[in-house]
């Protein structure tokens, strides 16, 4: 089972949460377990990706994130 690196965007806590490719598919929204928060985003190698909400906070123009096409629209990966 593969295993998905998230940060916390409350209190910037990093966390791993092991899903199946399948629950990830179906859009991950682990809770942070330091300070229960769901507001949590994924980290890819430095990278944040917003796990499929559409909160905002990251730039929406930085186009490209690695494992994604460059349209690739929130929860594609
Ligand atoms: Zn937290």
Redesign the pocket.
């Known amino acids: 089972m593969p295993t998905y690196e998230y940060i916390?965007l409350?209190?910037?806590?990093k966390f791993d949460v092991r899903a199946t490719f399948e629950e990830k598919e179906k859009g991950l929204k682990p809770e942070?377990p330091?300070?229960?928060?769901k507001k949590?985003a994924q980290v890819f190698g430095g990278f944040m990706v917003m796990g499929g909400s559409k909160s905002g906070g990251f730039s929406p123009r930085s186009g490209f994130m690695p494992g994604c096409g460059p349209t690739a629209g929130p929860g594609c990966c």
């Open positions: 916390c409350d209190c910037q806590n942070c330091n300070c229960h928060s949590t």
